[in-house]
């Protein structure tokens, strides 16, 4: 069976700082995966998704992600952040262009002044 | 402007009252989910639907029906709804052939006392 872990809750950083959310997925393929936003009191809005091909991808508001077969891992990254960046961040992964999304449990990220 | 609409967006009911969740969507997306949002938790299917009377069980459909006799529309109705099911819900669509190009709906805060 496929899961997404995401195992930081809640996530704390200055404004100005570098961002690392952690997702981890289970699969014996190499699955599809996403990062979503969500923004207090709205759905969810895809920030980027892999593929294949190249493990660097790059999203909207320049996040960036970078798959890692050998560790199974999706990790969401960004050089410096933004008080406007405080949302919900989910990681999911897909079977295949034809499956259901799964999603992580989501890290809350808070960006302090 | 492509969107996915949920109605209401709060609403408040009574246990063992019957309640219907609203979702319509403009972009003749084939496909349709519903699913619901709790702390810790992610998001969880609850129903998926392929087309016109074509719908699947997600992981945690107990307690939940949908129905489906619009491809635009898509209902998630709980008969004689319970506190447990005091959640938000969500709904997306994705066209057949990418259905992992998921559009969510802004969600219903549903209450269950």
């Known amino acids: 069976a496929q899961s997404v872990t995401q195992p930081d809750a809640r996530v704390t950083v200055s404004e100005g700082a570098s961002l690392q959310l952690r997702c981890k997925y289970s699969?014996?393929?190499?699955?599809?995966l996403f990062w979503y936003v969500q923004y207090p009191r709205q759905g969810l809005q895809l920030l980027l998704k892999?593929?294949?091909?190249?493990?660097v991808v790059q999203g909207v508001n320049s996040f960036e992600a970078e798959f890692s077969k050998s560790n199974s891992s999706f990790h969401l990254q960004k050089a410096s952040v933004h008080w406007s960046d405080s949302a919900v961040y989910f990681c999911?992964?897909?079977?295949?262009?034809?499956?259901?999304?799964?999603f992580g449990s989501g890290t809350k990220l808070t960006v302090e002044p | 402007d492509m969107k996915v609409t949920q109605m209401p967006r709060y609403l408040i009911k009574r246990m063992g009252e019957n309640v219907l969740l609203e979702c319509g969507q403009d972009?003749?997306?084939?496909?349709m989910y519903w699913y619901r949002q709790d702390p810790g938790l992610g998001l969880q299917l609850i129903y998926i639907?392929?087309?016109?009377?074509?719908?699947s069980e997600g992981d945690i459909p107990k307690g939940y029906r949908v129905s489906r006799k619009k491809r635009e529309h898509f209902s998630l109705i709980l008969d004689s709804a319970k506190t447990n099911q005091t959640s938000v819900y969500f709904c997306?669509?994705?066209?057949?052939?990418?259905?992992?190009?998921?559009?969510f709906g802004s969600g219903t805060r549903l209450l269950v006392i």
């Open positions: 699969y014996s393929a190499t699955p599809y």
């Open positions: 972009m003749s997306h084939e496909t």
């Open positions: 997306a669509s994705s066209p057949r052939d990418r259905n992992s190009d998921y559009t």
């Open positions: 639907s392929y087309d016109v009377d074509s719908n």
């Open positions: 892999y593929y294949s091909g190249d493990p």
């Open positions: 999911a992964l897909s079977l295949s262009n034809y499956n259901v999304l799964y």
